[in-house]
């Protein structure tokens, strides 16, 4: 196993870091590792805003749900699906291109090149020796963030990644078996099967945070995921990501 295979493995999320920032030759760099990302149709639909102001990162922080290690860390990226360029780049080249760009596929492929870009990013990261963490909570109020980053219309705040010096490492959560996420030929479709699998999947993560704890909390993941989504959470998603000239067609 090489050290790039070593280091996808060995990921969990890390919410305590070292009262240390990045130096800019590592921003540089994890931002450079992004970029190699690959990326549809050479589109590259996305920009990252780096955040290194203290009093930002608070107020970030608050409109992620009062999260502190939004606050407290390293550097905070915040990735967006951006297609303002390309709207730059229809006048510039006296191309109509407001139909494609506003299109569902083109928001797509929006989505997918900043999580391609995100996930190098991340792995660059931890081969630093750094810690990372998604910030999903930023969608929590889009609104908050657009004013407070200044982000134009068709570009979209999708998620953060804090990063820095690890002060505490968690245990790495199992996840789901390979039986259960990788389909041969074609999807599995039989139920008993699939329902087997994660009842399996259950009994570990029970077993995984009832030793975490100390026997405080077992719940399953289903139990865990069906919670979750019996809350209607960011319900106003549509809406803002239209108003924002983006995912018309």
């Given at each position: 196993m090489?050290?790039?295979?070593?280091?996808?493995?060995?990921?969990r999320s890390i919410r305590h870091f070292e009262d240390k920032q990045l130096s800019n030759e590592q921003?540089?760099?994890?931002?450079?590792?992004?970029?190699?990302?690959?990326?549809?149709?050479?589109?590259?639909?996305?920009?990252?805003?780096?955040?290194?102001?203290?009093?930002?990162k608070r107020k970030l922080a608050v409109l992620a749900g009062n999260q502190e290690y939004v606050a407290e860390n390293g550097h905070l990226f915040v990735f967006c699906a951006?297609?303002?360029?390309?709207?730059y780049i229809g006048n510039l080249e006296g191309k109509d291109v407001t139909t494609s760009i506003e299109s569902t596929e083109k928001f797509m492929v929006a989505l997918i090149d900043a999580s391609l870009a995100a996930q190098n990013a991340a792995?660059?990261?931890?081969?630093?020796?750094?810690?990372?963490?998604?910030?999903?909570?930023?969608?929590?109020?889009l609104e908050g963030v657009k004013e407070l980053l200044k982000t134009p219309?068709?570009?979209?705040?999708?998620?953060?990644?804090?990063?820095?010096?690890?002060s505490k490492i968690n245990d790495?959560?199992?996840?789901?078996?390979?039986?259960?996420?990788y389909h041969e030929e074609e999807y599995e479709q039989d139920k008993e099967v699939y329902l087997c699998q994660l009842q399996d999947y259950n009994q570990v993560i029970s077993n995984y945070y009832?030793?975490?704890?100390?026997?405080?909390?077992?719940?399953?993941?289903?139990?865990q995921m069906a919670n979750m989504l019996e809350k209607?959470?960011?319900?106003?998603?549509?809406?803002?990501?239209?108003k924002n000239k983006m995912n018309l067609r």
């Open positions: 090489n050290e790039a295979i070593t280091t996808i493995l060995n990921h921003i540089k760099t994890i931002v450079a590792c992004a970029q190699a990302a690959s990326t549809s149709s050479f589109i590259q639909a996305y920009s990252i805003i780096g955040i290194k102001d203290k009093e930002k951006d297609l303002n360029r390309h709207d792995i660059a990261a931890e081969s630093m020796g750094l810690g990372i963490c998604y910030i999903g909570g930023i969608r929590n109020n219309e068709r570009v979209i705040p999708l998620f953060g990644m804090t990063v820095g010096y690890p790495k959560k199992p996840r789901l078996p390979f039986e259960h996420i009832e030793e975490r704890t100390n026997g405080k909390r077992k719940d399953t993941w289903t139990e209607q959470t960011r319900m106003y998603m549509k809406e803002f990501v239209q």
